[in-house]
């Protein structure tokens, strides 16, 4: 009797489990998947001797991933493009700093892996071989903020 009565409360206290986390993963959602959705993120990236921190925006416009990152100071890093169908990345615009060819070529290959785990619910990126370390945390949207300013 004992048995039937711990089985049945184990398995209602699954049921209940899974039922309330079932509606938080629909909810929210690391990567743009609609035309026209947006997401917005913190952005922390590490390379070896230097960290750069700020926010990552990305909008989907057709199929195609536009996204933006921006330090601190709201100073562009670099633009980019990914096509979600080639899993293609282009660098649209870049910081004079970063602007060399083999910088170019590993950004566009973390950038492309990057949005691959976003897809898939990852929120971060790891190259071991160069030594860079993507982190993207959702930035919460506050639906009950005013969008003007009152006197």
């Known amino acids: 009797m004992w048995k039937s009565i711990r089985t049945s409360v184990l398995a209602f206290s699954l049921f209940v489990s899974l039922a309330t986390a079932l509606p938080l993963t629909a909810q929210t959602s690391l990567f743009p998947e609609n035309s026209g959705d947006k997401c917005c993120y913190s952005a922390y990236v590490e390379i070896k001797k ?7 925006i990305l909008a989907n416009n057709s199929g195609v991933i536009s996204g933006s990152m921006f330090n601190e100071f709201g100073i562009s890093m670099f633009d980019f493009t990914y096509d979600c169908e080639s899993e293609r990345v282009q660098i649209e615009n870049i ?5 060399k060819w083999y910088i170019r070529r590993v950004l566009k290959r973390d950038l492309r892996s990057l ?9 971060s990126y790891s190259d071991t071989k160069h030594g860079v370390k993507f982190t993207l945390m959702p930035i919460a949207e506050d639906n009950n903020k005013e969008d003007e300013i009152t006197e």
């Open 95 to 99: 910081a004079s700093k970063l602007d």
């Open 115 to 123: 949005m691959k785990s976003l897809q898939t619910g990852g929120s």
């Open 50 to 56: 230097a960290h750069a921190s700020g926010v990552c």
